[in-house]
């Protein structure tokens, strides 16, 4: 079969979230689609539901997918793969499903035998454990939020927690379906090249992340110490409450006296700061997963990074044996997915961004950007980690034709682009 | 109860994971005598145990005298003791401060009254917080069993130390250098365990565990400067309880590694801040063990065994540590205000301890800190003799100057500043603003003289665009716009004697002298600054010390080149 001649990339506008449907028209009329990534954890305020998402997707593909990719386990990234909408991609019956080296369930920790001998340190055995035990320090971050808001608490901190520790929630019933979809599944990793001769032929997709903790020692955290400790730690600490307190025997003050009036209340605000600073740390190690998808088909390329941030692109881009035959690579790509919503840290300034030369480029050949996010969700302006980062996205308009999921409308919710090859 | 004039309380002298012959060891710490409320809650300290996880706050503490020594349940069990252990510890450090820099020291906020809380959460972390006036300390369970910071002797110093830097020198919290954002860090640390191996209580049980004793004697080849770096400081690290603090106990052991490299502070890897701030804790650790070492040397030649009294060497190594502790802490006093390097640091320190020990031969430790940071590429940046800073040579105008005033009044100060602006070389178009003058009052303790003294800070700032940036004889770095705002800083430390004339002049001048040496070094700091996105709006230095501390543990990679 011949390669394709034209890649229309779609970006559905699921609010703060991905969802990214490649069709590749084939010389004879024929077509095949790639889903990657399925998920949202604010969906805009006026489009459409995921399962309407899911279904135009069917229609779209005349109910068969040749592949699907999961970037990583983020709820904005796969929880369109549960419930209702998981099952209806699932009857597209993907031939192949790709998902990163972490989420491979001959690596996780068995759940039914707790006390089976740990991972060894270190192994890649370690480090997926290691992430079921952020997923655990998520769901109590997730409890103690609703306690407290049950309680009253109604500050943007407390509510900050809440969002972050959703979006680390494990996604069980996404996961299964995951594991469970497609006539094959790989769980990929730095410098795999898929195999797609019968699900898309005259397409090659090189995996340029995530890298294996022996590529790349600082995947999912690059810990000073001992992190698989550090997690064991923190995720006791939110154990619920006990019934005896820490010194049952110790006398409980009568009242509060004026320093403590005064201090209590800041105490429980540092606490709250704390935990989320340890949830922006997790959610941080979750996107360091993410597959990023370098898909060619002929001269033309594009370029899928999922939420990388930089201790996963640092590896292709810089540390890896290849590693300028690949920045040359992207230089020339036609298109770029916007990593993780337009973060301050999810496009590397001089590693990616600049090395794609925008400005020296031809009208005809000026990069393409998508950009699939909704403001106010992540971050804080008053930081400078609001997502979208605005001079980021200053740059995007500037110097590349942006398609932005924000200007989707109710009726067409999607934005999209043809690219002929 | 009559007032005595010290009182004496017992605490945990590293952690409870460190004993000796089972029990916890412990040490005595002897306070100034002060009437303390249940809490305990005295003059500096204030003790609230308030727990956020649960939202308990628990009776104040009442203070016991006297009574026998807790047991390790106890130590484990009793927050009363908690309250106890941090408050007494907390006071050592400060009077620890007050008695090297010869003066009353306030803490890095207004308020007279440092907020302790020892169980502030259930979270494995401990951190100052200026904003909050407060030192607070988490407790975590490990296999079940709780764990507390607040029992960590190291832990408590260390965030104490933060508090009382952050106020002598608030500039040296603000984004500069490489080695301004590490130095807080490596200070502290350098700090926390030159108090621990001040008490001879902790030497004697880890030289025990390490080496051999007979009859109250241990062998010479346990007491070589390589057999105490191995053994005393690894071994240190080894005992701590790892659920403690597992990234402290990584940076001591990483710190008593270091392979001395003079180009090591030009390496990626070392311009991380906590990587950076090892290598300061090397270098004064390295020295430390020398000057051990050097003290040791003499005893017990000729007894035919080669045996050291035990006793003998832990005094020894009690007293080495609170000489060089005291050289450090008095060194702040004689550091810039804004801008820190560490080659200024040790120029502060040799001065310091110069101006209170002029002979330093029973110990030489001036020579081995010149010849440990050596090792680390580290330099004196003082051109005096030796390292130490140049003696100031003008004759300050003085008229109208009210020299009672000028001890303590900023005003006063500011005026004595203004008279002589253009010889002390202060930028004219900048505001300038004194922000602190404090006397001070050290007693030698060779010749047991006082050494009297006037230390002033003070502080200028231009705020400009990169457009002006040549006017000041810098140069934009590539990619910041016209119309970037930069605030240039700047400032002095003026060291006065007992008649009001100066000493020193401790300085990082704004740009604009004309000193091609000042503008390079302000180039330097600017380029700093916009690679690591400090100017970029909305950006914040990383001053919350609670962040610094669990990034200390968990951070990955940052290249703030690569953010937007």
């Not at chain 1, 019933?173 to 019968?198: I, K, S």
């Amino acid at each position: 079969m011949a390669a394709p001649s034209s890649l229309r990339v779609r970006a559905y506008n699921v609010g703060f979230g991905d969802c990214i449907l490649l069709s590749f028209g084939y010389p004879d009329g024929s077509a095949r689609h790639a889903l990657v990534d399925f998920g949202s954890t604010k969906l805009p305020a006026k489009g459409a539901s995921l399962t309407q998402v899911a279904e135009h997707i069917r229609t779209e593909t005349d109910g068969h997918l040749a592949m699907v990719a999961a970037t990583h386990r983020h709820a904005d990234h796969i929880s369109g793969f549960a419930g209702e909408p998981g099952k209806i991609v699932a009857r597209l019956a993907p031939r192949l499903v790709v998902q990163p080296w972490t989420e491979d369930p001959d690596l996780a920790p068995d759940a039914t035998a707790p006390a089976s001998a740990p991972a060894r340190p270190g192994s890649l055995a370690a480090a997926v454990a290691r992430l079921d035990t952020m997923h655990a320090y998520a769901a109590s971050a997730v409890a103690e939020y609703q306690r407290r808001l049950a309680a009253g608490d109604r500050t943007d901190l407390l509510a900050a927690v809440g969002f972050l520790g959703e979006v680390n929630l494990k996604n069980a019933a996404a996961v299964r379906t995951l594991q469970q979809m497609g006539e094959q599944r790989l769980y990929a990793r730095f410098g795999d090249v898929l195999p797609l001769d019968d699900a898309l032929p005259g397409v090659r997709i090189d995996v340029l992340g995530p890298p294996t903790l022996d590529q790349a020692a600082g995947l999912v955290a690059e810990a000073r110490t001992d992190p698989d400790e550090y997690w064991h730690v923190a995720t006791s600490t939110l154990a619920p409450s006990r019934a005896k307190g820490l010194f049952p025997r110790a006398t409980v003050a009568a009242e509060r006296t004026q320093e403590a009036r005064w201090l209590a209340p800041r105490v429980d605000r540092l606490r709250t700061e704390e935990l989320l600073s340890i949830v922006r740390t997790i959610d941080d190690a979750l996107n360091n997963t993410s597959l990023i998808l370098l898909v060619t088909i002929g001269a033309t390329s594009v370029l899928l990074a999922g939420d990388a941030q930089l201790e996963n692109w640092s590896y292709a881009l810089r540390d890896a044996p290849d590693a300028a035959a690949i920045r040359a690579r992207l230089a020339g790509c036609r298109l770029y997915k916007v990593g993780h919503h337009g973060s301050l840290n999810a496009t590397p300034k001089t590693m990616l961004w600049q090395n794609f030369g925008t400005a020296a480029r031809p009208e005809a050949d000026k990069l393409i950007t998508v950009l699939s996010t909704l403001a106010g969700k992540h971050g804080s302006p008053a930081r400078g980690t609001e997502v979208p980062r605005r001079p980021l996205v200053d740059a995007l308009r500037a110097e590349s034709t942006l398609l932005d999921t924000r200007s989707a409308t109710k009726a067409r919710f999607w934005v999209d682009t043809t690219i002929e090859v | 109860m009559a007032a005595s004039r010290a009182r004496k309380f017992t605490v945990v002298a590293q952690d409870p994971g460190v004993r000796r012959r089972g029990r916890v060891v412990t040490g005595t710490v002897s306070l100034p005598y002060e009437e303390l409320d249940p809490g305990p809650v005295g003059h500096r300290v204030h003790v609230v145990d308030y727990d956020a996880t649960r939202r308990v706050l628990l009776a104040p503490a009442e203070i016991v005298d006297g009574g026998p020594l807790p047991s390790a349940q106890q130590i484990l069990t009793d927050p009363g003791f908690h309250a106890q252990n941090v408050y007494a510890v907390v006071m050592a450090t400060l009077l620890r401060f007050e008695s090297a820099l010869g003066r009353r020291v306030s803490w890095g906020f207004p308020a007279h009254q440092l907020k302790v809380v020892p169980h502030a959460f259930e979270m494995a972390n401990a951190f100052y917080s200026a904003d909050d006036e407060a030192l607070l300390f988490g407790w975590f369970r490990r296999a079940g069993k709780p764990v507390f910071t607040c029992l960590s002797h190291d832990i408590v110093v260390h965030e104490t130390t933060h508090a009382l830097v952050d106020g002598l020198r608030k500039g040296f919290m603000r984004p500069s250098s490489a080695d301004q954002a590490a130095f807080h860090e490596g200070f502290a640390d350098v700090v926390a365990l030159l108090s621990v191996l001040a008490m001879d209580e902790i030497t004697t049980a880890l030289v025990t565990t390490t080496a051999k004793v007979r009859g109250g004697m241990v062998d010479r080849s346990a007491v070589t400067a390589e057999a105490l770096r191995r053994g005393l400081l690894f071994g240190l690290a080894e005992q701590m309880d790892p659920g403690l603090s597992a990234a402290r106990i990584d940076a001591l052991r990483r710190s008593v590694e270091l392979t001395p490299a003079p180009r090591i502070l030009a390496l990626a890897e070392f311009a991380e801040p906590h990587r950076r701030g090892e290598v300061l804790v090397a270098a004064v650790m390295n020295a430390f063990l020398d000057v051990w070492q050097h003290r040791l040397a003499p005893l017990g030649a000729g007894d035919g065994r080669g045996g050291i009294d035990l006793r003998r060497v832990a005094e020894e190594g009690a007293v080495v540590a609170q000489q060089l502790l005291t050289a450090a802490i008095r060194g702040i006093d004689y550091t810039p205000p804004i801008h820190l390097t560490f080659g200024e640091f040790l120029s502060a320190v040799l001065t310091a301890d110069t101006e209170v020990r002029a002979d330093d031969t029973r110990y030489g430790l001036r020579d081995a800190l010149v010849r440990w940071f050596a090792a680390y590429g580290i330099t004196p940046a003082g051109e005096g003799p030796g390292g130490l800073w140049p003696r100031s040579e003008l004759a300050l105008v003085r008229d109208g100057i009210r020299f009672g005033s000028l001890r303590s009044d900023t005003t006063e100060m500011f005026r004595l500043l203004w008279s002589n602006r253009t010889a002390l070389g202060l930028q004219q178009p900048a505001y300038t603003r004194v922000t602190s003058v404090r006397p001070c009052l050290r007693v030698g303790p060779e010749d047991g003289l006082p050494v009297q003294e006037t230390v002033a800070e003070c502080l200028q700032y231009l705020d400009i665009t990169a457009a002006e940036l040549g006017r000041f004889g810098l140069v934009a770095p590539a990619g910041m716009p016209d119309d970037q705002r930069v605030v240039l800083q700047g400032g002095s430390t003026l060291v006065l004697d007992e008649y009001g004339t100066l000493k020193y002049q401790i300085r990082n001048t704004v740009p604009g002298d004309g000193d091609p040496a000042s503008a390079a070094e302000a180039q330097e700091r600017l380029q700093y600054l916009w690679d690591h996105g400090y100017l970029r709006e909305g950006a914040s230095f990383v001053n919350r010390l609670s962040d610094l501390h669990r990034l200390r543990a968990l951070a990955g990679p940052v290249d703030p080149a690569q953010e937007w």
